[in-house]
């Protein structure tokens, strides 16, 4: 089987990155990518290391240019997915959103985190929340996907199985989550600078950052009760990449750790739970769909700390993007994913 796919803002990060992973995928044809800033230009002229694998002009972002594909990825900024969705839906694509849009299931949720008014409050519902380690039955058969958060990615791995075996108290769960500056996007910003983040460290949004609602939303769904985060991101001098260290009391100490998650994600191509005592790199993961897992007890005490590694740009967006799309289309789920990570 082929089929034909769109990318809608493709000439972003995540955009650059799926026609990166796409461009050897031997079951997809990438038919139409769209950008407002580089219409009619070639793609790689765009990104030259793109040159010999895609004969493709950039068009502008309209629903016309998308008819007749069997999958649609919006790589946009939020609010652009919701406004194009539905006629999309009506011509039988499938949509797979790497933006907020659908994440959130409570439109006056969303719109307090993101500044703007949700205009397909009415596709909340049959939108699905599209991580493939909790959600795969589901995502065959899904038209409106989702696809999670870099930095919710990287927490919820590292807190799936806790919360699924009720081990973990849910009223006290700490995140302390760093990124590259590429998660930002591919924009000219002066905090962005290499001069501006070279040789610093900083915490931002300490207050509540957007991705809070989209962490405890669906950690929540795991222990099927509310969970009380506190989440802290950091921007740190990297390009790529995320760590986090989260935090949890436990409420069972006997319970072997380390082969509750080997068992948990033993069938996960993805995941890789890393041998006792461990420590994870985020350059382990560089350019894999890879998360990398490890568990601690400080002291061997009560409480839990599990160090949870990804690429932000593969399995935090476009490769978990592409992922959800060979699950949803009956592929090898690794079928173009089978990088291993760069190293050094």
Not at 77 to 100: K, N, R, W, Y
Not at 283 to 288: D, E, L, T, Y
């Amino acid at each position: 089987m082929r089929i034909r796919a769109g990318i809608v803002g493709g000439s972003g990060y995540t955009g650059s990155e799926l026609l990166r992973l796409l461009a050897h995928h031997p079951g997809v044809e990438v038919a139409v990518v769209t950008s407002r800033a580089d219409v009619g230009k070639r793609v790689d002229q765009t990104y030259p290391n793109l040159r010999g694998h895609f004969d493709l002009r950039w068009v502008e972002p309209e629903v016309a240019h998308l008819s007749g594909l069997d999958v649609v990825f919006f790589a946009t900024p939020h609010g652009v997915a919701m406004d194009m969705a539905e006629a999309l839906l009506a011509q039988q694509t499938c949509i797979i959103d790497l933006s907020a849009d659908f994440r959130l299931q409570d439109p006056l949720i969303w719109a307090r985190w993101y500044d703007h008014t949700h205009t397909a409050p009415h596709l909340l519902p049959e939108a699905l929340y599209a991580l493939p380690e909790l959600q795969r039955k589901a995502i065959r058969s899904a038209r409106l996907l989702a696809c999670p958060g870099c930095y919710p990615t990287a927490v919820q791995l590292a807190l799936l199985p806790l919360l699924e075996a009720g081990l973990i108290n849910p009223d006290r769960v700490i995140a302390d989550v760093k990124s590259g500056v590429s998660g930002a996007g591919r924009k000219a910003e002066v905090g962005m600078l290499m001069s501006e983040t070279g040789e610093s460290v900083k915490a931002y949004a300490a207050a509540g950052h957007r991705h809070w609602p989209e962490i405890s939303q669906q950690l929540e769904v795991m222990a099927g009760q509310p969970v009380g985060l506190t989440f802290v991101p950091h921007l740190i001098p990297m390009i790529r990449g995320i760590h986090a260290t989260v935090y949890a009391d436990l409420n069972e100490t006997t319970v072997d750790l380390q082969s509750l998650y080997e068992e948990r994600y033993r069938d996960e191509a993805f995941v890789d739970v890393l041998p006792p005592g461990s420590h994870p790199d985020t350059r382990n993961v560089r350019g894999s769909n890879r998360a990398q897992l490890a568990l601690h007890r400080p002291q061997g005490g009560s409480q839990v700390v599990v160090l949870s590694v990804i690429d932000n740009l593969v399995k935090g967006a476009s490769g978990q993007a592409v992922q959800i799309m060979n699950i949803r289309f009956g592929f090898a789920e690794t079928t173009g994913l089978d990088r291993i990570g760069l190293y050094p």
